[in-house]
C-alpha cells in the first residue's frame, strides 16, 4: 500500500546551486564512473545531489542498478525518490564513493560541513576504496581557512570544554550555528550541536588534535587521505 501524496516526490534542492554550469558537468562525469551492481556511497551537498541525479538518469537510460548508501536523511529520501535502493554501513561497504567540498587545498586536504553531515561523511570516505570529490574551481584555495570555518561536531554539553581547547589551537573565533528557518542552534542528525571555527592557521594534525578533545564527536577536516579531485569548470568571476 503506498501513500496518496508522497511528500518526498519531486524533491528539490533547498535553495539556489551556484556555478550549476561547472557542477553538472563534473556531475555527469562522476555518474559514468558507475557500473551496473556498484555499491556506491553517496555524499551530501548540491553537487552530490546533481550527481546523484545525473547517476538516476544512467540507471534508467541503460537499465543498470547501484545500491547508495546515503550521508544523510536528505540523500535517502532524494534516492527514494529517483528510485536508487539504499543500504547502511551496516549491512554493505561501498565499492568507491563521492562526495563534495567546501575548500580543497593543494594538497587535497578539505573542509567540508556545511550542510553538517561531516560526521557520517567521513565515515563512508573512509570505508571506501576511492572516492570521488566533485567541485568547481571557486573551492580551490592555497591554505584551508581562506573561505569557511572549520565546521565541528559536539556534545551539547561539552561546547564550552571544547572552545577552551580550541582557542589553544588558535581558533580566532567559534559560535555555535543557528538555524536559519527555525529559532535556536542547528543540530545535527546525531543530535549534537554544531561549533563553526575559525583558525589563525590551521596545521597538519589539527584534525587528530581536533578529534581528541572531549566531547568533539567529528569536525569538517579531511587530512592526509588518498582522494580523487575532480574539478571542472572555469573559476568565477570575483
Do not use: Y
Not at 37 to 60: C, E, P, V, Y
Amino acid at each position: 500500500m503506498k501513500w496518496e501524496h508522497n511528500i518526498i516526490h519531486g524533491l528539490q534542492w533547498s535553495g539556489s546551486i551556484t556555478n550549476l554550469a561547472a557542477k553538472q558537468e563534473v556531475a555527469e562525469r562522476v555518474a559514468q564512473e558507475v557500473k551496473d551492481g556498484d555499491t556506491i556511497g553517496f555524499g551530501s551537498g548540491s553537487t552530490s545531489f546533481l550527481a546523484i541525479q545525473s547517476i538516476a538518469a544512467r540507471l534508467k537510460r541503460e537499465h543498470i542498478s547501484c545500491t547508495a548508501i546515503p550521508t544523510s536523511t536528505e540523500v535517502a529520501f532524494t534516492c527514494m525518490d529517483l528510485g536508487i535502493p539504499t543500504a547502511s554501513l551496516v549491512n554493505a561497504r561501498p565499492d568507491w564513493a563521492f562526495d563534495g567540498a567546501d575548500e580543497v587545498d593543494p594538497d587535497c586536504n578539505l573542509i567540508k560541513g556545511r550542510g553538517g553531515a561531516m560526521f557520517r561523511e567521513k565515515l563512508l570516505i573512509d570505508s571506501s576504496p576511492k572516492t570521488f570529490i566533485l567541485i568547481d574551481q571557486s573551492k580551490l584555495v592555497p591554505v584551508l581557512g581562506r573561505n569557511f570555518p572549520v565546521p565541528i561536531e559536539v556534545f551539547p554539553e561539552a561546547v564550552n570544554l571544547a572552545r577552551e581547547v580550541l582557542q589553544k589551537l588558535e581558533a580566532t573565533q567559534a559560535v555555535v550555528r543557528l538555524g536559519l528557518k527555525k529559532d535556536g542552534p542547528v543540530f545535527t542528525e546525531n543530535g549534537n550541536l554544531i561549533m563553526d571555527v575559525h583558525f589563525a592557521r590551521i596545521l597538519a594534525d589539527f584534525e587528530k588534535r581536533i578529534k581528541a578533545i572531549p566531547g568533539v564527536i567529528e569536525s569538517g577536516l579531511f587530512q592526509g587521505r588518498k582522494l580523487e579531485i575532480l574539478v571542472s569548470g572555469p573559476a568565477p568571476t570575483p
